[in-house]
């Protein structure tokens, strides 16, 4: 399996606090069968967390020379929506989803710009556009055909793991993957309390969905998106149930 989305650069955000912290995580991995990951430390251009990628690399180096496991580890950032965006990415002070054309994208929880559509759009001319884990917007939770507006445009959606087992994102994920909204599902792992795993999805995905759909979501878009490899979201709308009134 391959994990597009985790935060293992310590000290960097609210992810790993320490380097013994980033490799007690890996190890987890390498138990769970990922053997390869992108880290994406947020980027918050006006928010606590906007460490530049030269310092990032200076970071991520330290941590694959301490690690001497098997997982082959990526770097990339993970971009809260911006104006600024195209320019930072130009300028190289951002990063793409391990050196691909593709990047990911996260927006505030609560609520959503029409500007928005603009900057992704201005984005797109360049990069591949992934958006994080759309099922935790309260926005996609009252309506997910919300995300026809990125799906129509092209833009690829990345779920996480964990929103398979809640009971506030479960049914509606499972709904988002049966109609074909969602390309990749990733760990986004901070720490113990949000782990750098993926089997416990894999094996709810095969049983929902089936072998082809569980590899899929796991490791093949995945492997695709690393070597920047078509990937095409084959989706359909969600059928609203029509609310029943009783008379009396």
Not at 25 to 52: S, V, W, Y
Not at 137 to 157: A, S, T
Not at 159 to 185: C, D, P, R, W, Y
Not at 207 to 223: C, D, V, W
Request: glycine share 4%.
């Amino acid at each position: 399996m391959i994990d597009i989305h985790s935060h293992l650069v310590s000290g960097v955000d609210d992810g790993s606090q320490s380097l013994e912290e980033s490799l007690a995580l890996l190890k987890q991995a390498e138990e769970d069968g990922i053997t390869e990951l992108i880290t994406t430390p947020h980027f918050m251009k006006n928010g606590e967390f906007r460490i530049r990628a030269s310092e990032l690399v200076k970071r991520f180096n330290e941590l694959k020379q301490a690690y001497s496991g098997s997982i082959k580890l990526h770097l990339g950032n993970e971009l809260y929506i911006h104006p600024d965006l195209p320019e930072l990415l130009e300028k190289g002070d951002i990063l793409t989803l391990a050196e691909s054309n593709a990047i990911l994208v996260e927006f505030p929880f609560q609520n959503y710009k029409k500007d928005y559509d603009e900057i992704l759009y201005e984005l797109s001319l360049k990069y591949r556009i992934i958006i994080a884990h759309p099922e935790r917007y309260r926005y996609v939770q009252e309506d997910p055909n919300f995300c026809l507006r990125w799906l129509k445009e092209g833009y690829l959606l990345q779920s996480n793991q964990n929103s398979l087992f809640k009971k506030e994102t479960k049914k509606i994920l499972l709904s988002m993957i049966a109609h074909g909204f969602v390309s990749f599902i990733a760990s986004d792992a901070h720490n113990e309390y949000r782990p750098l795993i993926l089997k416990e999805a894999y094996d709810l995905l095969e049983e929902e969905f089936g072998l082809r759909i569980a590899k899929q979501l796991t490791e093949e878009n995945s492997r695709k998106l690393l070597v920047n490899g078509e990937i095409h979201a084959e989706y359909q709308e969600i059928e609203k149930k029509k609310k029943r009134f009783l008379w009396f």
